[in-house]
């Protein structure tokens, strides 16, 4: 019994050009992974994002006595509450211009989970003035929470917005 | 043929004819589209599985090791880094070019639509694959990634809050994230793995290895590849900053230059509706197609030639039901059959030159039985004429494809049987008979060039016996675009019939017989 021929025996031909044309290829590929590069952010420009996580107020009344006495001990919660909340009222100026202004739904099927922002904004270098208000009480006369921030926008630079409800402000990363 | 389907068709034949100088046909890579991805996919695991050893999952720490194995370690790791993308890459390059290919082919629907079907989500997870693999290198181009793929997801709000929001600023990303994207880039490829397993599983013996010459020559291109071009990571990912402009890796990220340019909505639907119609191409329109093989148990004796030869797994040997001295016989899957007729061509009983009542055999095509072959071939085996009379048994999709005098087409050629050459020259029809067959590097019917070679060869049951003159038959491999090609061959070859000898003890075809073969060719006619 022979050896079978090597897969090699009398292809030096197709080894060689294919082998090329192979290579050829593969650094065409290697070329396309890595260029032409995209310009994802303008030259010169810096990016603001506004992103928190806010629950809007609940509609709720104080129970009447007799409707507290018809509870069991272990229910008696003072207040009734609907599971649906209120939407968010937010509004962001940046320059003096209005760059965003939204009622922000709450999430989840029955409107009771928080309502989520996330905007990008994509500005020039330079100095930037943005002013927020937030309205989280359709009862409340007035928006409940406001800020302004003074932002030095360098090249390149990414600034974020965000909400910390236990202090009930906005800060800045 | 007309239309966009078969320009393109022409356009890969002629494409794959070029190649096949410089590769050989049965290294041509346009004809191994199936095995380069196996092959792409091997390397990009193997590769991957060795770079894990290196890689650490942390916030600074894995952009650190992916620099360290880049860098300090370019000899092993570096080389595998190169070769993990770059073979990633053509894999995404081989994916579509198979896909457009087996689309033009007309390969995709019918009983075919399977292997089409299943084939669409490997598409998906190759990507997701290699956009999960793009945020583990975590430099400016993952920061890229991460966060336009997070603002992308967001849209859908499916999430309990905005996903984006991990990338808003550098305390806010958690090394566990890595964790995350390290479970996710193993545990979609393995998805992928299942996929390509079960995109194969409609058809016989897959090809899911390349031939050693071209493995060896992908390989070596890629390690070639990667030393001179190595691949390399972009700045370290800083989410105090945004990148502003990124090195796109343009097969795996292609889309995010879009998704940056329209909105989300557009992305969404167009993704939705591109995934939709590649998954109900094959009915739009289906094809219509003969009926499937059927099987004739009084000629069946389960030897399982035609289960050995059915190239779709549309046949099964299960046990005898017909009380007949035979442990099995067999069984045609009709929903797999495409009728090829490959199986007609293997079956023992698919003798030509038997008299004895009606001809059957033990598996037929009931849109052509081997009775009307025959009958087809001795009407245009009488109707030749002068010296060097040339049957052609023809491929219809090959050279072939259209009617000419002195040619039957057929689904496949290694639907004939060898006997019915033999019949065709014995019995004075032809001076010699020409099987033209699709193109060598990739046969429609996927073995009808390896079936019919083995057979002519004897290497391969049912034989072409020992006495037909090998001189007097001629086998062409030629595709759509080379028909000049095929007339030029066969004009030689019935140059070189005119120069033989009159073939010995003809028994003619007698009144009949021919009788027959007139009224199926009447039939044949009125059907089309």
């Known amino acids: 019994m022979t050896a079978p021929a090597p897969f090699w025996r009398g292809r030096v031909r197709h080894l060689a050009l294919g082998g090329t044309l192979t290579l050829a290829l593969t650094l065409a590929t290697a070329a396309l992974s890595a260029w032409p590069g995209w310009q994802s952010v303008a030259e010169g420009d810096g990016v603001l994002r506004l992103s928190f996580t806010h629950s809007g107020a609940r509609a709720c009344r104080d129970r009447t006595p007799e409707e507290l006495a018809a509870l069991p001990r272990n229910m008696r919660t003072a207040q009734l509450c609907e599971r649906a909340r209120s939407p968010v009222r937010v509004e962001l100026d940046i320059d003096g211009r209005s760059a965003f202004a939204a009622d922000v739904n709450p999430s989840g099927l029955a409107d009771s989970g928080p309502s989520r922002v996330y905007r990008r904004f994509e500005l020039p270098a330079g100095s930037h003035v943005v002013r927020l208000r937030m309205q989280d009480d359709p009862a409340a006369p007035d928006f409940t929470q406001t800020a302004a921030f003074a932002i030095d926008l360098a090249p390149g630079q990414s600034v974020a917005i965000d909400f910390d409800a236990t202090t009930g402000r906005f800060f800045l990363y | ?528």
């Open chain 2, 1 to 528: 043929m007309a239309g966009p389907r078969a320009a393109l068709r022409r356009g890969f034949d002629r494409a794959e004819r070029l190649l096949d100088r410089p590769f050989g046909p049965d290294w041509n890579p346009l004809g191994q589209l199936g095995p380069l991805g196996w092959f792409l996919f091997w390397i990009v695991a193997a590769t991957g599985i060795y770079l894990f050893i290196f890689f650490d999952t942390g916030v600074v720490d894995a952009y650190a090791s992916v620099e360290w194995l880049s860098r300090d370690h370019w000899w092993h790791a570096g080389l595998a880094r190169s070769l993990h993308r770059y073979a990633s890459d053509l894999m995404v390059l081989v994916m579509f070019t198979h896909l457009l290919r087996e689309w033009a082919m007309d390969r995709y629907r019918g009983r075919r639509w399977f292997s089409w079907v299943t084939g669409v989500p490997v598409i998906w997870f190759v990507y997701l694959s290699g956009i999960t693999g793009y945020w583990l290198v975590w430099d400016e181009l993952a920061q890229y990634v991460a966060v336009t793929t997070t603002e992308l997801l967001d849209t859908l709000g499916i999430f309990a809050e905005p996903i984006a929001r991990n990338f808003l600023a550098p305390p806010l990303l958690s090394g566990r994230f890595f964790t995350l994207m390290v479970f996710l880039h193993i545990a979609i490829p393995l998805l992928l793995l299942l996929m390509m397993w079960i995109h194969t599983q409609r058809i016989t013996s897959a090809r899911t290895n390349p031939p050693r010459g071209l493995a060896v020559l992908t390989l070596v291109a890629l390690v070639v590849g990667s030393l001179l071009v190595p691949a390399v990571s972009q700045g370290p990912a800083d989410l105090a900053t945004v990148p502003q402009r990124v090195g796109i890796d343009w097969f795996i990220l292609s889309l995010y230059p879009l998704i940056e340019s329209v909105p989300a909505g557009v992305i969404w639907w167009g993704v939705l509706a591109f995934t939709v119609l590649l998954f109900g191409i094959p009915w739009l329109p289906g094809r219509r197609e003969a009926g499937a093989a059927e099987v004739f148990l009084d000629y069946c004796n389960g030897c399982s030639r035609c289960v050995a030869d059915c190239p779709y797994n549309a046949i099964t040997l299960v046990p005898r039901s017909d009380g007949l001295s035979f442990s099995h016989e067999v069984e045609v899957n009709p929903a797999r059959c495409v009728a090829c007729g490959i199986c007609m061509g293997a079956c023992p009983s698919s003798s030509p030159f038997r008299r004895s009542g009606d001809l059957h055999t033990g598996i037929d095509l009931p849109g052509r039985p081997l009775a009307q072959l025959r009958a087809e071939v001795i009407a245009t085996g009488q109707a030749l004429s002068g010296p060097g009379r040339v049957l052609t048994l023809a491929c219809a999709h090959g050279a072939g494809a259209g009617e000419a005098p002195g040619r039957v087409v057929l689904p496949c050629v290694a639907m004939t049987p060898p006997s019915l050459i033999d019949f065709a020259i014995s019995r004075g029809l032809a001076d010699g008979v020409a099987v033209a067959g699709c193109a060598e590097r990739d046969c429609f019917n996927r073995f009808g060039h390896a079936w019919t070679t083995a057979r002519f060869a004897r290497e391969r049951d049912p034989y072409l016996r020992q006495r037909v003159p090998r001189e007097r038959v001629l086998t062409v491999w030629a595709g759509p675009s080379e028909p000049a090609r095929l007339r030029a061959e066969l004009d030689a070859f019935a140059a070189r019939l005119a120069e033989l000898p009159a073939f010995p003890n003809v028994r003619p075809i007698d009144e009949e017989e021919a009788a027959e073969a007139e009224a199926a060719a009447l039939r044949r006619v009125a059907a089309k």
